[in-house]
């Protein structure tokens, strides 16, 4: 912890989001407060490099990260030694987010948008507490049923593999793994690779 010019303590923060307007507003109500941005990333792999190479004494990152869900940059973090509390931010509330973010090994949640709001949880998880917002509903019933294969093509995805990698470790064609992955990707009501795997982990499918 450092000492700022009007001779407050200092909290080091990692930012860890990909929008640039959020990223904007988030720097805008940490300005002449006592966090300091030490390092910005715009996805989880950056994210846990810079925790572990700059050491921050709090971690600020989005949930809906393009590569994974902010609470798998959390367990990386801890896998990593990195110890440093975490929030992990929404825009919209998310059921079971609050028991996702815990199980990874989060201090808190928070939705963007409210400044004081966001201020009032960073200073309380600097402190020592735990803060989880409680607009994020409890985890819901997972009312999905994927085939075997698609399990399959859902855990190559949680690895990071692209549409050809799984093709070639299953055996099957390219057309084959793009019907799959639109099939899993409408039942659980998601768009992107990232919200698969983050809804997955919500419904207990990994």
Do not use: C
């Not at 803060?131 to 855990?155: I, K, Y």
């Not at 409408?186 to 983050?198: Q, S, Y």
């Amino acid at each position: 912890m450092g000492e700022s010019a009007n001779g407050r303590a200092e909290i080091s923060v990692l930012l860890v989001e990909d929008d640039a307007m959020v990223r904007a507003w988030i720097e805008a109500v940490l300005q002449d407060t006592e966090f300091r941005v030490v390092g910005v990333a715009s996805s989880a792999g950056q994210g846990v490099e810079l925790a572990v190479n700059r050491k921050p004494e709090l971690v600020l990152t989005d949930y809906r990260l393009p590569d994974r869900p902010g609470t798998e940059l959390v367990r990386e973090l801890r896998l990593r030694g990195v110890q440093a509390p975490v929030v992990v931010m929404t825009a919209n509330q998310e059921a079971g987010l609050n028991e996702l973010a815990r199980e990874a090994g989060a201090q808190g949640t928070a939705l963007k948008g409210g400044s004081a709001e966001l201020l009032d949880a960073l200073r309380s998880i600097a402190g020592g507490a735990q803060v989880f917002d409680a607009r994020h509903p409890n985890r819901r019933e997972n009312h999905v049923t994927l085939s075997p294969r698609e399990r399959a093509v859902l855990q190559l995805i949680a690895g990071g593999q692209t549409n050809a990698e799984i093709a070639n470790a299953l055996g099957v064609g390219s057309e084959t793994v793009k019907t799959l992955v639109q099939r899993i990707f409408e039942k659980l009501g998601v768009r992107k690779r990232a919200e698969a795997v983050a809804t997955a982990h919500e419904l207990q499918l990994l």
